[in-house]
């Protein structure tokens, strides 16, 4: 059985403010094997890596994301109240992989989609990301499917991943069927050890979200998972190591 890999959550974003390159940085750091983060689009088209489609939890701004240019964007503090951090801003995808693409990591793009209609998103993340020549350790994940079916018509070479929020019946076929290899699912929604095997049994890996508890971690390393998405990399490591 594969070792599990240890993927950083918008960075690691247990000791850092969550999808800033300072996370980024710190994920690298501390031995993370890929790094997780999410991809909107500034007003004037622009991809930009925050999680909300609103500003106000984690930026000293207001209002929706994609109604600021990205040069409002990248004057707000992206600190998040965070102590020692003071300043660090909202990133381009492009600042994000110039960090991500000389190391090994696996880098996990999730197309921020499902709320927000971005046209144009799939075509300017695989223009970013062929830019850097790193298509084959990207994985493209989102909660909107219709943007997992985009991809796939649009011969995106990098290996794409279905989010969801709900246990889902055989997920592992519905990935089939949008020409997906990967299933993210929520951790609580992993109910044994069958649910990884038939998984993998029919090709699709297992990477579940968002594990944090040892005793979470323990199980998803028992079960075989084919990574675990955290925002804590160097507890998930430690764990790992004795495991």
């Known amino acids: 059985m594969a070792m599990t890999a240890i993927w950083a959550?918008?960075?690691?974003?247990?000791?850092?403010?969550?999808?800033?390159?300072?996370?980024?940085?710190l994920a690298i750091a501390q031995g993370a094997d890929g790094v997780e983060f999410d991809v909107q689009l500034s007003s004037d088209g622009v991809p930009v890596v925050i999680h909300d489609e609103t500003l106000?939890?984690?930026?000293?701004?207001?209002?929706?994301?994609?109604?600021?240019?990205?040069?409002?964007?990248q004057s707000l503090d992206a600190s998040a109240g965070r102590s020692g951090f003071e300043g660090v801003h909202i990133p381009t995808l492009q600042e994000v992989l110039e960090v991500v693409a000389p190391t090994s990591l696996t880098v996990n793009v999730e197309l921020k989609n499902s709320e927000v209609d971005y046209p144009g998103?799939?075509?300017?993340?695989?223009?970013?990301?062929?830019?850097?020549g790193i298509e084959q350790r990207v994985v493209l994940s989102s909660f909107n499917h219709y943007s997992l079916r985009r991809l796939r018509d649009l011969h995106a070479p990098s290996q794409l991943a279905v989010l969801s929020n709900?246990?889902?019946?055989?997920?592992?076929?519905?990935?089939?069927q949008l020409g997906a290899t990967a299933i993210h699912p929520p951790v609580h929604t992993i109910f044994g050890r069958s649910y990884v095997?038939?998984?993998?049994?029919?090709?699709?890996?297992?990477?579940?979200?968002?594990?944090?508890?040892?005793?979470?971690?323990r199980r998803m390393f028992r079960y075989g998972v084919d990574a675990v998405i955290t925002d804590i990399p160097d507890v998930a490591l430690a764990l790992r190591a004795e495991s």
Do not use: C, M
């Open 197 to 217: 095997r038939k998984a993998t049994a029919s090709g699709v890996v297992v990477r579940p979200w968002v594990v944090n508890a040892d005793r979470t971690l």
């Open 166 to 176: 709900d246990p889902l019946f055989k997920p592992w076929k519905y990935a089939a």
């Open 121 to 132: 998103l799939e075509e300017k993340v695989l223009a970013a990301i062929a830019a850097f």
């Open 56 to 73: 106000g939890r984690t930026t000293s701004g207001s209002g929706a994301v994609g109604e600021h240019t990205l040069a409002q964007l």
């Open 9 to 25: 959550h918008r960075g690691a974003s247990g000791y850092a403010p969550e999808n800033t390159l300072p996370a980024f940085e």
